[in-house]
C-alpha cells in the first residue's frame, strides 16, 4: 500500500498533536475537580454557618481555601491554594502563605472562605503586589457568636472572612503575617 508524502505527514502531525491534546483534557480534569471540590467547600461552609449563604448572594467575590496546612514550633508557617469566584465562575487561582515567630507548637489543617462585598475590595486583591489580611480594606473575622447576632443588612465591612474544618492541635500565641497571591 502506497502512501502519499503529504498523508504521512499529516499523520506524523497529528501524532506529534496527541501529547498536547492529552495535556489539554488533564488540564480540563484539574479544572472539574477543583471546581468540584470548591463546590463542596462552599457548601459545607453554608450549612455550617448561613450567614455566609445569606452574604454570597450579594458578595462581588468570593475567595476560597478549602485546606491550609499550618505548622509550627516557635517558628512556623502555613500554605494553602485557592480559587477566586466571582458570580459562579472561578476567574482565578491564588495561595495563602503565612509565617509565624512565639511560643506556639502543633500542626493543623482549616479552610476559609473570605467574602468581597464590594468592587473596591475585589479591585485591590487584584492591584496589590500580594494581599495582606489586616491591611487595605477593612476586614472582619466571622465567628459562630458573630454569625448568629448580625444578618448580611446590618454587616458593613468590605470582607468578611469564615473559618471552618478546623482539625488538629495547634497551641500558643505569636506574631503571624500572612498573604494572598495570585498564582500565574
Known amino acids: 500500500m502506497r502512501h502519499s ?16 491534546l492529552s495535556q489539554a483534557s488533564a488540564l480540563a480534569d484539574e479544572t472539574k475537580s477543583v471546581d468540584s471540590r470548591i463546590d463542596a467547600t462552599l457548601k459545607k461552609l453554608y450549612a455550617q454557618a448561613p450567614l455566609a449563604k445569606e452574604l454570597s448572594a450579594s458578595a462581588k467575590g468570593i475567595l476560597v ?3 491550609i ?9 502555613a500554605y494553602g491554594e485557592g480559587v477566586l469566584r466571582k458570580g459562579g465562575v472561578d476567574v482565578g487561582r491564588y495561595n495563602s502563605v503565612a509565617a509565624s515567630w512565639g511560643l506556639q507548637a502543633g500542626v493543623q489543617a482549616f479552610g476559609y472562605a473570605l ?15 500580594g494581599f495582606e489580611l489586616g491591611s487595605g480594606p477593612s476586614f472582619v473575622a466571622v465567628d459562630k457568636g458573630m454569625a448568629k447576632k448580625y444578618s448580611s443588612s446590618t454587616l458593613t465591612k468590605d470582607i468578611y472572612a469564615f473559618i471552618f474544618s478546623q482539625r488538629g492541635l495547634m497551641g500558643g500565641f505569636g506574631i503571624e503575617g500572612s498573604k494572598i497571591s495570585r498564582l500565574k
Open 115 to 129: 467574602f468581597f462585598m464590594n468592587d473596591d475590595a475585589l479591585a485591590y486583591l487584584d492591584k496589590s503586589d
Open 5 to 20: 508524502r503529504r498523508s504521512v505527514i499529516s499523520a506524523l502531525g497529528a501524532l506529534g498533536a496527541l501529547p498536547m
Open 65 to 67: 481555601f478549602p485546606k
Open 69 to 77: 496546612t499550618k505548622a509550627g514550633f516557635l517558628f512556623g508557617g
